[in-house]
């Protein structure tokens, strides 16, 4: 049973920092692309980053220089350092892992709320 386990959302204040954790099993961790999705109310579900099976990242422009993505391949987590958090970003944050485009799975998502 595959399963995406997503840990670390909360509250912040503008400026503040959250961490967020994945926890992948039932996959080839090590085969898949993992990546970090976040939808707000109203909105489409979008992309914040990705780290593919060799570890290139990318950022969406709007958390580039403040989101660092992550992946640990002992412990087949994937990790999201949110810095210089600002109220736009919050969105329940969702974790994606994808293997060629052919199969994918999701989190249940974890709520992250920047506010002052």
């Known amino acids: 049973q595959v399963q995406l386990v997503e840990s670390g959302g909360g509250s912040v204040q503008p400026g503040g920092s959250l961490r967020l954790s994945c926890a992948a099993s039932?996959?080839?961790?090590?085969?898949?692309?993992m990546g970090w999705y976040r939808q707000a109310p109203g909105n489409q579900r979008e992309l914040v980053t990705t780290?593919?099976?060799?570890?290139?990242?990318t950022y969406a422009d709007t958390v580039k220089g403040r989101f660092t993505i992550s992946r640990d391949r002992v412990k087949n987590t994937v990790d999201l350092q949110m810095n210089s958090l600002k109220p736009e970003d919050t969105a329940v944050y969702y974790c994606?892992?994808?293997?060629?485009?052919?199969?994918?799975?999701w989190g249940q998502g974890t709520q992250v709320t920047v506010s002052s």
């Open positions: 780290i593919t099976s060799g570890g290139s990242t």
């Open positions: 994606n892992a994808n293997l060629l485009q052919i199969t994918e799975y």
């Open positions: 039932g996959i080839a961790f090590s085969m898949y692309a």
